[in-house]
C-alpha cells in the first residue's frame, strides 16, 4: 500500500520566516529530482511528517501538492536541531516507479534468540541495509530471524531473505546481528569491546550511498 503525504507549495525563505513556518506547526521541506526544472520548496504538517517517520520512513511516497499534483518520491535527508531533535528541514528526491534507484531500508528484528536467552548480549550492528531495486518493488523493511542464533554466533547480510529483485549493496559477509558471549562470562569492558569490534566489521564492508536514481 503506497503512502500519501500531503504537502503545499511555498516560496524561498528567509531564516526568519522558515523560523515563523516552524513555530506554526509546519516543516520547510525541498522536492529534488531529474524531471523538475528546479528544486520545488515545499512545507508540511510537522505532526503528519512525524508519524510518517515514525513507521514508513524508507517507503516510496505519494506526494501530494495542491496546484502539482501528485509525485512518486523517496524522503533522502532530515535536518534536525541537536538539542531538541527537533526536525528543522528534509528534502525528498523524486522518482520514476520503473526505474532502478538505491536506497536504505530498515532492519526488522523477528523471533526470540536462545544465546540472548542463555544471557548473552543481542547487539544490533546494522539497521538499515543498502538495496538496489525498481522502485515500485523498493520494500521498507527485511526481516531478520534471529530464533536460532546462539552466544558466539552472528547474522550476516547473506543470511537475510530479500523480495525477489531486491539486491543488497553491501558486502554478504557484513554483520548485522552478533549475540556476544554471556555477560556473567565477561567484563562490561570485554562486552563492549565486541560490540565495538562487530560495528567496526560492518563499516568496513559498509558501501551504502545516498539514495539515487540510476542516469
Known amino acids: 500500500m ?93 522518482i520514476n516507479l520503473n526505474e532502478k534507484i538505491k536506497a536504505p531500508i530498515r532492519v526488522e528484528v523477528s523471533g526470540t534468540s536462545p544465546g540472548e536467552k542463555e544471557g548473552g548480549l543481542l547487539t544490533v550492528v546494522l539497521h538499515e541495509i543498502e538495496v538496489e531495486c525498481v522502485a515500485r518493488d523498493l520494500p521498507e523493511s527485511v526481516t531478520a530471524d534471529i530464533s536460532s542464533l546462539g552466544f558466539g554466533e552472528n547474522l550476516t547480510i547473506g543470511q537475510l531473505s530479500f523480495p525477489a529483485g531486491v539486491k543488497p549493496l553491501q558486502d554478504e559477509e557484513t554483520v548485522v546481528i552478533a549475540v556476544l558471549a554471556p555477560q556473567k562470562d565477561v567484563s562490561a569492558e570485554e562486552a563492549d569491546a565486541s560490540a565495538d569490534a562487530a560495528t567496526e566489521n560492518a563499516k568496513q564492508h559498509d558501501a551504502a550511498q545516498a539514495v539515487e536514481t540510476d542516469a
Open 2 to 94: 503506497t503512502t500519501t503525504l500531503r504537502a503545499e507549495s511555498r516560496q524561498r525563505s528567509t531564516k526568519g520566516a522558515l523560523r515563523q513556518l516552524r513555530i506554526q506547526g509546519r516543516v520547510p521541506g525541498v522536492v529534488y529530482g531529474k524531471g523538475l526544472k528546479e528544486p520545488s520548496p515545499i512545507a508540511l504538517d510537522s505532526k503528519e511528517l512525524s508519524a510518517l517517520m515514525r513507521g514508513h520512513a524508507h517507503a516510496v511516497l505519494q506526494l501530494e501538492v495542491p496546484g502539482n499534483g501528485s509525485q512518486s518520491v523517496l524522503l533522502t535527508d532530515v535536518q534536525r536541531d541537536k538539542l531538541s531533535g527537533q526536525v528543522l528541514h528534509v528534502d525528498f528526491h523524486q
